[in-house]
């Protein structure tokens, strides 16, 4: 029996992917077949599977279809459509739009640089500061294009997860 090809859009820290999911554990990326499995532990952390390596990851559901997901050392800020989202968001006013956004700490941690200047412009994707966290230094990326705010943390001192860290206003 086949089964229907479930199409998903993904966007990676602001970058733009589309996944066919053909049966499954299987997943067309870019023309090429390729097999993968996600299996669930506990407490978030999941088992992945692509092609015959595997990867530990930590997945948080932040809201709808958005997620945070920790990968080796690297923090990735995941968006899942599928068509039916896809759908819907096209239909949706783009009256809603928000004057700002707040970036925040993705978990606790030490402020070790700032990269950015209160009143300078970032791009999408751009690093603004440097957070150390189990003995990691994470660059925190800005989600759109705008202007600095305002910077809510000084270099060298502790958040906790979700802190306000920087203010950005989208240009």
Do not use: C
Not at 23 to 49: C, D, E, H, W
Not at 55 to 63: A, D, F, P, Q
């Amino acid at each position: 029996m086949k089964h229907p090809s479930t199409s998903y859009r993904l966007s990676i820290n602001g970058i733009k992917l589309k996944i066919d999911f053909q049966s499954p554990g299987l997943l067309l990326f870019r023309g090429k077949s390729i097999r993968a499995a996600l299996t669930s532990q506990k407490n978030g952390l999941y088992r992945v599977k692509v092609g015959d390596k595997y990867s530990n990851v930590y997945i948080e559901r932040l809201k709808d279809n958005h997620y945070q997901v920790w990968l080796k050392h690297f923090v990735l800020r995941v968006k899942l459509e599928d068509e039916r989202d896809a759908l819907i968001a096209r239909f949706e006013t783009k009256a809603i739009r928000k004057s700002e956004e707040t970036i925040r700490a993705p978990m606790p941690g030490i402020v070790t640089r700032i990269i950015v200047a209160a009143g300078g412009m970032i791009a999408r994707g751009s690093g603004v500061l440097l957070l150390e966290a189990m003995k990691m230094e994470n660059e925190i990326r800005s989600p759109i294009d705008g202007k600095i705010k305002t910077i809510a943390v000084k270099e060298n001192t502790p958040v906790e997860k979700d802190q306000a860290l920087i203010v950005v206003e989208p240009s």
